[in-house]
């Protein structure tokens, strides 16, 4: 199964070159369009548990799956240095959005901005479905950028760096999962490929973030790791040691259907889907 069947890799696809850079791109992305900072303001990392999920839905997911599994042709050796290569830039990029996100909250009236930040994850799950959906939906990056405007206050905007250690470990920790996520998929990519069925992880993990979102959006209030218990479903489901093979028919014994004036064997050398 090619990534071009995933939507949000395929994005990416048309735009970069290179599976490494692919990889590079799909993982870094929640630091490139503002949802790695929405989730930071929104309070997602206080938790274990939140932390958990965001390295495994936001920097790990289908996208990252697909990319490895279905793009990286390489040795199992040259997979795992490119994953620890892009960890090594990941993971000080996001402690270093958790050095401005402070200031950022500064201006911000989170109660409302954090329902836009709910939304992006929504708007992401609905894109990792259906590409067709892109068509409809605006990008996660202007959705944060309404939210901003939604709900800034300039007036209340303190420039002044604070580093809060605490939320810079979260934010390094859980960019941490994520990489950790590649790298054991990257290390198992041999025995998973042929028996990973992509599409169905990939619907899976689009649920698995739509639950995330939504105690970030209000509507459930619950610390419980619904998220993950759905997306550690997904993997167990999307198992497929068949590998999805279709048995053979003899090409030499007819349908009981056909008849010997409509049965002709070059046919299904010409359309091998009849």
């Given amino acids: 199964m090619s990534v071009s069947e995933h939507p949000v890799a395929l994005t990416i696809e048309q735009r970069v070159g290179g599976a490494t850079v692919l990889l590079a791109t799909v993982m870094a992305l929640p630091l490139l369009d503002g949802l790695f900072v929405a989730l930071l303001l929104a309070g997602t990392l206080e938790t274990t548990v939140g932390m958990l999920e965001t390295g495994l839905l936001v920097f790990g997911g289908s996208a990252t799956v697909a990319v490895i599994l279905a793009e990286l042709d390489e040795s199992r050796g040259s997979m795992v240095r490119s994953v620890l290569l892009i960890g090594a830039g990941l993971i000080p990029l996001a402690a270093l959005q958790a050095v401005i996100a402070p200031t950022i909250e500064s201006a911000l009236e989170l109660a409302v901005f954090q329902r836009f930040a709910g939304v992006v994850i929504l708007a992401i799950a609905a894109r990792t479905v259906s590409a067709k959906v892109s068509d409809y939906l605006p990008s996660p990056g202007v959705i944060i950028l309404l939210g901003l405007l939604a709900s800034i206050r300039p007036s209340a905007l303190t420039v002044e760096l604070v580093v809060d250690g605490e939320l810079l470990a979260r934010a390094a920790i859980t960019a941490a999962i994520g990489v950790g996520f590649a790298l054991a998929v990257a290390l198992a990519a041999p025995a998973l490929r042929g028996v990973v069925d992509l599409d169905r992880f990939r619907f899976g993990s689009?649920?698995?973030?739509?639950?995330?979102?939504?105690?970030?959006?209000?509507?459930?209030?619950?610390?419980?790791?619904?998220?993950?218990?759905?997306?550690?479903?997904?993997?167990?489901?999307?198992?497929?040691?068949?590998?999805?093979?279709?048995?053979e028919q003899d090409a030499e014994e007819p349908p009981e259907s056909a008849t010997d004036t409509d049965y002709a064997p070059e046919d299904t050398a010409r359309a091998p889907w009849l």
């Fill in 206 to 247: 689009a649920v698995a973030l739509g639950v995330f979102a939504l105690p970030v959006v209000g509507v459930l209030d619950t610390d419980a790791p619904i998220a993950l218990a759905v997306l550690i479903v997904s993997g167990l489901l999307a198992y497929s040691p068949d590998g999805g093979d279709e048995p």
